[in-house]
């Protein structure tokens, strides 16, 4: 069996002594759209349904192909529901054929197989119906994630400044939607690994920061970058609370009326 064409040998003996031997070649031919190539495939295609996928690196974050992007080489997409997969060639094509026709069946693309850990899909792929003799056109624009660290510290009212555990970082996207949880670590270090490019806001939660009697500096807005933007020490330092003196935070009014859409009791300290 091979990629391009199937061979299955054949021996028969009889009992008049007659010795035949037949090999049986299969093979089938798909039109893809995007390469505007027939391919030869060694499974079966008459019947059945197809998707041809692109695979590129989105350098300009616009969602297409365009002067700068990258085609993407072995980055495999999946049919999850007919467990059927392609891997892209050198012009970022990967051809799935031998779907099951009127069977619904999503179509991902595997992070895991891109050659770089920090690239994330763009797309989360899409549902496809395959009908017979017809090849869907599919396209998985790829970014560069970025990375945010930093620690936590309080401090004190003589200058001293002391790492703050156990307190959750919430990070918001600009619809006010969570992205993402981080906890700051027995030394207050936080991370948030595999940031997909956008505009965010960090805050630190009310009620964590309250059991600590630690008053957090007021939400700060990060924005990460196309190019894969890291930003390595961004520290979070606010107020030791040590005297147990209520919780309270800066602007808080003001902030809230710029970000309607990010719950409230986070900020007012009660717990999520």
Known sequence: NGEYIRITPSVTYDSEENLKAFLNARFGLAYDPYSNKVKMQGDRITGRGGVSAFVY??????????????????????????????????????LITGLPTNRITDIVLNEFTLPDPFWITASEGASVRPRPGNITRLEFPVHKSGEIDGTVYAMTSIGDKNTVKN??????????????????????????????????????????????????????????????????????????????????????????????NIDPEILRGSDI
């Open 57 to 94: 690196l989105d350098n300009d974050g616009d969602r297409e192909f365009s002067e700068g992007d990258e085609p993407i080489e072995g980055a495999r997409v999946d049919s999850l529901q007919s467990t059927r997969f392609s891997l892209s060639d050198e012009d970022g094509l990967a």
């Open 167 to 260: 307190v959750r970082l919430h990070l918001y996207t600009d619809e006010g939607e969570l992205h993402e949880t981080s906890y700051a670590a027995f030394d207050g270090f936080y991370i948030f690994s595999r940031v997909p490019p956008g505009n965010y806001t960090l805050i630190v939660n009310a009620k964590d920061a309250e059991n600590q009697r630690f008053e957090p500096p007021p939400p700060k807005e990060i924005t990460i970058g196309y190019e894969g933007t890291i930003i390595y020490g961004n520290d979070i330092i606010g107020k030791s609370d040590a005297n147990g003196v209520g919780y309270t935070m800066a602007n808080l009014s003001d902030y809230m009326a710029r970000h309607p």
